[in-house]
T-cell receptor
Framework: EAQVTQNPRYLITVTGKKLTVTCSQNMNHEYMSWYRQDPGLGLRQIYYSMNVEVTDKGDVPEGYKVSRKEKRNFPLILESPSPNQTSLYFC??????????FGSGTRLTVV | AQSVTQPDIHITVSEGASLELRCNYSYGATPYLFWYVQSPGQGLQLLLKYFSGDTLVQGIKGFEAEFKRSQSSFNLRKPSVHWSDAAEYFCGINSGGSNYKLTFGKGTLLTVNP
């Protein structure tokens, strides 16, 4: 089944403790992206990647890092999480703009 | 820069009534347009998309959308709403260039009354 898999689904962590949210797709898509969703703000793009080793900032990149060493994986790294990064995170992938496939989401709480 | 406006934050309709969710975009040329639905606690599911050609697009679950270039709009419609349509709906735009960036509106929450 074609899908985007994120892990974990839920995560509670403390301020300053580094964490990684993984994202993997099995559709051989070139493009991958991370979004965060906050009430009243909709979905905002954090980072995106056009292909392996090609990444760029989205609209709200501060406090986040990404890497794209393999085509299928696009992890989101929070080096020093803060409470304002409490949010619902989505990974998405696409090829040829036929539509974006989203993962099921990761709900992160930073206390 | 591309942007999307969904003027209605929350809409309530009765089951069986017709539905129209509004979406306006800002972009200098014809973009690629999408509608996604997010059920409570779920991810986003693609309802339909417009790239070119016929301006009336059919999607899944009985939804359709019409692209109107003159109004920079891409409104989503359904002739008869079901209780299971209660969800949040997002309109998205992509400029169609080598940048695959998808920009979303802030969403419209749909409540369906029995």
């Amino acid at each position: 089944e074609a899908q985007v898999t994120q892990n974990p689904r839920y995560l509670i962590t403390v301020t300053g403790k580094k964490l990684t949210v993984t994202c993997s797709q099995n559709m051989n898509h070139e493009y991958m992206s991370w979004y965060r969703q906050d009430p009243g703000l909709g979905l905002r793009q954090i980072y995106y990647s056009m292909n392996v080793e090609v990444t760029d900032k989205g609209d709200v990149p501060e406090g986040y890092k990404v890497s794209r060493k393999e085509k299928r994986n696009f992890p989101l790294i929070l080096e020093s999480p803060s409470p304002n990064q409490t949010s619902l995170y989505f990974c998405a992938s696409s090829s040829n703009r036929v539509g974006y496939t989203f993962g099921s989401g990761t709900r992160l709480t930073v206390v | 820069a591309q942007s999307v406006t969904q003027p209605d934050i929350h809409i309530t309709v009765s089951e069986g009534a017709s539905l129209e969710l509004r979406c306006n975009y800002s972009y200098g040329a014809t973009p690629y347009l999408f509608w996604y639905v997010q059920s409570p606690g779920q991810g986003l599911q693609l309802l339909l998309k417009y790239f070119s050609g016929d301006t009336l697009v059919q999607g899944i679950k009985g939804f359709e959308a019409e692209f109107k270039r003159s109004q920079s709009s891409f409104n989503l419609r359904k002739p008869s709403v079901h209780w299971s349509d209660a969800a949040e709906y997002f309109c998205g735009i992509n400029s169609g260039g080598s940048n695959y960036k998808l920009t979303f509106g802030k969403g419209t929450l749909l409540t369906v009354n029995p």
